[in-house]
Nanobody
């Protein structure tokens, strides 16, 4: 079982950057596909990015491609989301999630087995 805790959110001006971190407990972190999702007020939770256990296969939502970068450090049991060129529409609660198996449907919320508690990102215009 994996427990996840996301942190690093905050208030930033448009055009600025933030780096989110997600710390995982458990010895199996390095075997999990890890993802980031976000949920804006009044909207459904949506896929942002995903990374393979080795870190070699990142996937991104079109809305963040070229601005966000997902990475992981298996020695530290941590996955990161570097967010650059932030826009007001990036404002949301950001969640990290763990998936125990490969999936072509990695953008679906239900594919993920474990979820962190979320961290709030607010981008002011």
């Amino acid at each position: 079982q994996v427990q996840l805790q996301a942190f690093g959110g905050g208030l930033v001006q448009a055009g600025g950057s933030l780096r989110l971190s997600c710390a995982a407990s458990g010895r199996t972190f390095s075997t999990y596909f890890m993802g980031w999702f976000r949920q804006a007020p009044g909207k459904e939770r949506e896929f942002v990015a995903r990374i393979s256990p080795s870190g070699s296969r990142p996937y991104y939502a079109d809305s963040v491609k070229g601005r966000f970068a997902i990475s992981r450090d298996n020695a530290k049991n941590t996955v990161y989301l570097q967010m650059n060129s932030l826009k007001p529409e990036d404002t949301a609660v950001y969640y990290c999630a763990g998936d125990s198996s490969y999936s072509d449907s990695y953008y679906y919320v239900n594919e993920y087995d474990y979820w962190g508690q979320g961290t709030v990102v607010t981008v002011s215009s």
